[in-house]
């Protein structure tokens, strides 16, 4: 390879020695590299800096979108409702207000079965003592048993009824209040309504 430079052929050289020789070949074969780097070079000079400048376009203007969608998203939330966050703090103070009735009204419960209990034991105590009087008040005895189961019966009701009846008084205020909050954010959302 290095033979076909016609330098290498020239009178001059040929009474060099043979380190000398391959100094002049090292330096014919750098001159070529450098020559082709710098070739290759200006082809890459070409594709990169059109390439840096659309990159920086696209980066330019993906920041100027991000910018505007989050400047649009902050105002349509503040467009929709601007006490969304004090309405769903009262809401959740609603909630823990349910809870702690909840937890009130399944005490009370606790303690009037715990009374329908004695009751219970006090009617079969009467019961007892009645069979003991009298043995031929077994009839009325048995009858009296019927009633107690009747009597158990309705005052089961009674006091279904009469947790229900709290339950529902207690769930209307509750609803009238909650109501009376949700109707402001309700009648601005009524007016993009087209009905």
Known sequence: ???????????????????QKAM??????????????????????????????????????GFYLIYHVTKDMSTMTQSIDPRMAAN??????????????IEKMTGQIGI??????NMDSNIAKIT??????????NTMTEDIGEMKYAIQGMSLNIYQM??????????????????????????FMNSFTPW
């Open 1 to 19: 390879m290095f033979e076909k430079d016609p330098r290498t052929f020239e009178a001059d050289i040929k009474g060099l020695s043979p380190e």
């Open 24 to 61: 002049v070949k090292l330096e014919i074969t750098l001159t070529k590299f450098f020559k082709s780097f710098d070739d290759s070079i200006s082809r890459w000079e070409r594709l990169i800096y059109p390439t840096m400048i659309v990159m920086a376009i696209l980066g330019l203007s």
């Open 88 to 101: 769903l703090a009262a809401m959740s103070g609603h909630m823990s207000d349910l809870s702690d009735n």
């Open 112 to 117: 009037m079965v715990d009374k329908i209990e």
């Open 128 to 137: 007892g003592s009645i069979e003991h009087v009298d043995s031929t008040m």
């Open 162 to 187: 009469n947790v229900a009846v709290r339950d529902m008084n207690l769930s209307t205020k509750r609803m009238s209040r909650d109501i009376n909050e949700i109707s402001e954010p309700m009648d």
